[in-house]
């Protein structure tokens, strides 16, 4: 079994971004906004592959970190060599805790899950801060962040803010 520490973290890419009601189109992946979004975001994936990025970890999260984990699965085929890891914050009724998860996002999430190769869940149950330190390890065990940020408070400013405060190149496509 793989575990955290054995990831290269200087070949690795992490995802922080928002929910789907503050993304292009909120969220629909059918409205033209949402597909510039995705086409831009596959497009700096690769260009992180180029880069010599093998490892590409996700916050587990409806909305931008589902949206760019479903773009690295895309390109598996084509770049058989990339892994893909899951850090879920926890496990136990993980589907409930927020309204994001409609049954359309719960459904992607699953079939991620499915196609990752590696997956933790940082503690069985919901805790105060246990977002917080989902996103410290995202930071901790990659060398880049692929973000979108809209500038707003919440959590993918914690994890910007974070990545800037350890070197981490960072870019955000909003």
Same mark, same amino acid.
């Given at each position: 079994?793989?575990?955290? =520490?054995?990831?290269?973290?200087?070949h690795?890419?992490? +995802?922080s @971004?928002?929910? /789907?009601?503050? !993304? /292009?189109?909120?969220?629909?992946?059918? $409205?033209? $906004?949402?597909?510039?979004?995705?086409t831009?975001?596959q497009q700096k994936i690769?260009a992180a592959?180029n #880069?010599?990025?093998?490892?590409f *970890?996700?916050g587990?999260?409806?909305?931008f970190?589902?949206?760019? *984990?479903? %773009?690295?699965?895309?390109?598996? %085929?084509q770049?058989?060599?990339? =892994? *893909?890891?899951?850090?879920a914050?926890y496990?136990?009724?993980?589907?409930? =805790?927020?309204?994001?998860?409609? /049954? $359309?996002?719960?459904?992607?999430a699953r079939?991620?899950?499915h %196609?990752?190769? +590696?997956?933790?869940?940082?503690?069985?149950?919901?805790?105060?801060?246990?977002y +917080? $330190? #989902?996103?410290?390890? !995202?930071?901790?065990?990659s060398?880049?962040?692929i973000?979108?940020w809209?500038?707003g =408070? @919440?959590?993918t400013k914690?994890?910007?803010?974070?990545a800037?405060s350890k070197?981490l190149?960072? +870019?955000? !496509?909003f």
């Amino acid at each position: 079994m793989v575990s955290l =520490k054995e990831i290269d973290s200087a070949h690795a890419v992490s +995802f922080s @971004g928002h929910r /789907p009601d503050r !993304l /292009p189109g909120n969220g629909d992946p059918n $409205e033209p $906004e949402t597909q510039i979004l995705t086409t831009v975001l596959q497009q700096k994936i690769i260009a992180a592959i180029n #880069r010599g990025m093998t490892a590409f *970890i996700h916050g587990c999260m409806a909305g931008f970190d589902i949206y760019a *984990i479903e %773009q690295v699965i895309a390109l598996k %085929q084509q770049y058989p060599h990339i =892994k *893909i890891i899951s850090v879920a914050p926890y496990s136990a009724h993980f589907f409930t =805790k927020e309204k994001c998860w409609t /049954p $359309e996002w719960e459904n992607r999430a699953r079939e991620v899950f499915h %196609q990752h190769d +590696f997956g933790v869940s940082l503690s069985e149950h919901y805790r105060r801060g246990i977002y +917080f $330190e #989902r996103n410290d390890v !995202l930071i901790d065990y990659s060398s880049e962040l692929i973000c979108y940020w809209d500038g707003g =408070k @919440g959590g993918t400013k914690y994890t910007i803010d974070r990545a800037n405060s350890k070197g981490l190149s960072v +870019f955000n !496509l909003f």
